[in-house]
């Protein structure tokens, strides 16, 4: 059985610490009624049989101290052992700071003390780099747990995003480790603003993802960087660290991209009303986006704007009709919405409506499907981190297939030109912020002068944000989602063979089943392989005419 250490405590920061009662006959001479020792460190195994060591310790000088009370036996001294032979003591936390405040001064002696250690970070001298006097030292990657936690618990991140982050992370600890000998297992105030820099100039030389890219681009270099700092943030909250070695290389990092014309308003491009006629050609779209997911997610992004996380996650029950005006809408709720202000309620356009898309819905009820788009391995490892990642994966291709390969033109894309097309319609910003989920449309509705020039109908930005709610305001008795749906329908008046479109989803739904009578998965569209089936397809198409 273990023995127990009761003067062992955890602060709130949960750093283990010791705490010894200083009796009567002592305390005139320690000056105290009570010794407090951190054990710097949150492993309760390591925290426990470092607390039962000092107990020990301080057992045999309480006991030295009723002998002879005037030597002060109770006062308890430091002593930093290198784990190479070298050990150097000092009295009290004064003289510790002053010992450090040497190794600063002195390079050369911290250098020649730690190159040898073997002794836990928390121990261990610091590196010269990183003698800040922080608070609650603290590993790195112990304080890397925490912060996902934080993001996890408080910020509610999806867990795709989470998992971005921990890449980025296990990417710079590996750097760490590699170039600058600082394990995980090392303190995170001894990372430096030069080994943060040496890293952002060793992941730059990685190769890029997309054609003709050769090294990753300055805006991935951001997004790193600032995973990077919301940690060393956190750190400093934490008072795990005083200064955010991140904080030079953003301002590098930012220069670099304005020196280079970076606008990250060219990230995606509208697709111009031929592309979009191209894309949703009825025989073309049939042919190569025949699964029920492939089929109606792109055009609901065209109607509605929504993102393709928003949509492909959706749940039969998450299409309803609006309590109020009747109107069928998606709701995009907590847990998928990108953030709070992404939470809302959006109308289906009067277009999609009359595609077929209610029968689709009606038809997945019907067969006792939970998910709207069922199709892809729901429990398989990529749909749980990316729901998106397949289709995604379809929807370039099919670009490609169309020889429309601007890399700006992608499924986001629609969703700009929802946004431009309610700039167009002068839809007022309040509405269309509220249809599309906040913030991503503010630079298109912005090139209309809608917005930040104050000629919004609602004035500037602090009217739009904290006064105004146009979510729940009814306007001449007509129902908010009535009014959102108008100005859906008005935005989506591109020339697209709506009728043959309307055959195709017929076929489409006629191909949503169970692949066996007794099997609970669900199956859609045919295989690519099948040409003569497709071809059967494509001739149905183009023999039947939509009967109103």
């Avoid at 996890?152 to 999806?158: A, I, V, W």
């Avoid at 917005?451 to 009814?474: I, K, M, N, Q, W």
């Avoid at 306007?475 to 749906?485: A, C, K, S, T």
Wanted: with cysteine.
């Amino acid at each position: 059985m273990a023995i127990k250490s009761p003067r062992r405590f955890k602060n709130r920061h949960g750093i283990y610490g010791v705490r010894f009662l200083v009796p009567k006959h002592a305390q005139a001479a320690v000056g105290k009624k009570e010794i407090r020792i951190s054990l710097r460190t949150r492993d309760p195994e390591l925290a426990r049989r470092l607390a039962l060591h000092l107990s020990l310790d301080f057992e045999h000088r309480l006991m030295a101290s009723r002998k002879h009370p005037a030597s002060n036996p109770l006062r308890i001294d430091y002593t930093l052992d290198f784990g190479n032979g070298t050990k150097v003591e000092v009295k009290d936390e004064s003289d510790q700071k002053l010992f450090l405040g040497l190794l600063e001064a002195r390079p050369d002696i911290a250098e020649s003390l730690t190159r040898t250690s073997e002794l836990p970070g928390s121990f261990a001298a610091s590196r010269p780099e990183s003698l800040a006097d922080v608070p609650s030292p603290t590993q790195i990657d112990l304080m890397i747990d925490e912060h996902l936690d934080h993001l996890r618990s408080m910020e509610k991140l999806e867990l795709r995003t989470i998992e971005e982050k921990r890449r980025a992370f296990g990417h710079f600890t590996d750097y760490l480790a590699e170039h600058h000998d600082l394990q995980p297992l090392g303190m995170i105030h001894q990372i430096t603003g030069a080994m943060f820099m040496g890293f952002i100039k060793d992941h730059a030389k990685r190769p890029g993802k997309g054609d003709g890219e050769e090294t990753i681009d300055s805006k991935t270099l951001s997004k790193i960087t600032g995973h990077l700092s919301k940690l060393f943030d956190y750190a400093i909250a934490m008072q795990a660290l005083s200064l955010n070695p991140a904080t030079g290389a953003k301002r590098v990092l930012v220069a670099g991209r304005q020196s280079k014309g970076t606008n990250k308003k060219k990230k995606y491009s509208v697709l111009q009303p031929s592309e979009l006629a191209r894309i949703f050609e009825p025989a073309s779209y049939l042919e190569h986006m025949n699964a029920g997911d492939h089929f109606w997610v792109p055009l609901l992004g065209l109607g509605t704007g929504a993102r393709m996380g928003e949509l492909v996650t959706l749940r039969v029950t998450d299409v309803a009709p609006d309590s109020k005006s009747g109107v069928w809408r998606l709701s995009v709720k907590d847990g998928v919405a990108k953030n709070d202000n992404s939470i809302r309620q959006v109308p289906i356009p009067t277009k999609i409506i009359e595609l077929g898309f209610l029968d689709y819905r009606a038809k997945l009820e019907a067969l006792g499907s939970e998910l709207l788009f069922p199709f892809p391995d729901i429990e398989g490892e990529t749909w749980k981190m990316d729901p998106s990642k397949n289709l995604s994966r379809k929807f370039g291709l099919y670009l490609d297939i169309l020889d429309i390969k601007d890399r700006r033109k992608v499924f986001h894309s629609l969703r700009h030109n929802v946004c431009t097309m309610m700039g167009i319609k002068r839809v007022p910003m309040g509405d269309a912020r509220e249809i599309v989920g906040h913030m991503e449309q503010e630079d298109e509705l912005d090139s209309f002068e809608l917005g930040r020039s104050g000629r919004s109908p609602f004035g500037g930005d602090v009217h739009l944000d904290h006064y105004t709610h146009a979510a729940d305001l009814e306007e001449d008795g007509i129902p908010v989602m009535q009014r959102f749906r108008g100005h859906l329908d008005s935005a989506l008046v591109y020339k697209l063979d709506w009728d043959k479109l309307a055959v195709a989803a017929a076929i489409v739904l006629e191909h949503v089943k169970h692949p066996d009578p007794g099997s609970p998965r669900l199956k859609s569209g045919w295989h690519t392989n099948a040409a003569d089936y497709r071809d059967e397809m494509l001739r149905r198409l183009a023999g039947e005419t939509r009967s109103d």
